[in-house]
């Protein structure tokens, strides 16, 4: 099953406007958040189908739009492991774009109908690095999500089952 994905072209319908706002976004000046939404697509995902598997070249990062998502990983022996459930208004795999030439760590699949936007990765790097401000706005973003997950790792497995 393949993810539908729409062409990206110079007015992409309603991108910039889906991107304004969201955590992710937010600081970046009106100029910037053009150029995102112009090489941006626009997502549609049925219940099961699978974004990107884990190992792929990881050329583009996601904002959920509605629906849900997983990620996760496979063993060698093909087991499944979750990761975590995407919901509305997430971001991820953003921080693949700041490696050399990455590669998706997990595979991602709806668990429902679900659309998502996907970013160009290579093209917003590029357009960080004539900001110095913006890339600490996102950086300083991207620490305090890290800091949640961390927080919730330890609400998971430092308290007895009857705590959590």
Same mark, same amino acid.
């Given at each position: ?5 729409? %062409?990206?072209? %110079?007015?992409?319908?309603? =991108? ?5 706002? +969201? ?17 941006? +697509?626009?997502?549609?995902?049925? *219940?099961?189908? @699978? ?6 070249? $990881? ?13 996760? +990983?496979? %063993? ?16 991820? /795999?953003? /921080? ?11 595979? $991602?699949? $709806?668990?429902?109908?679900?659309? /998502? =936007?996907? =970013? ?12 110095? *401000? ?6 300083? *973003? ?7 997950? =961390? ?11 009857? @705590?959590?």
């Amino acid at each position: 099953m393949n993810a539908h994905f729409s %062409a990206p072209h %110079a007015a992409h319908p309603g =991108i910039a406007e889906e991107l304004r706002g +969201r955590a992710f976004f937010e600081s970046l000046a009106p100029e910037q958040l053009e150029r995102v939404a112009r090489k941006a +697509r626009r997502i549609q995902l049925d *219940d099961g189908e @699978c974004l990107f598997s884990q190992g792929d070249p $990881a050329t583009r990062f996601y904002l959920l739009l509605r629906g849900q998502s997983k990620l996760f +990983r496979l %063993a060698p022996s093909g087991a499944e492991k979750s990761i975590q459930i995407v919901t509305p208004g997430n971001t991820f /795999a953003e /921080a693949l774009m700041f490696l050399q030439q990455p590669r998706y760590p997990v595979g $991602a699949q $709806a668990l429902s109908r679900a659309e /998502a =936007i996907g =970013i160009d990765a290579q093209d917003f790097a590029t357009m960080l690095r004539g900001s110095v *401000d913006t890339c600490f706005l996102l950086l300083g *973003d991207i620490s305090r999500r890290l800091r949640g997950l =961390i927080q919730e790792i330890a609400n998971l497995t430092l308290h007895s089952a009857t @705590c959590r």
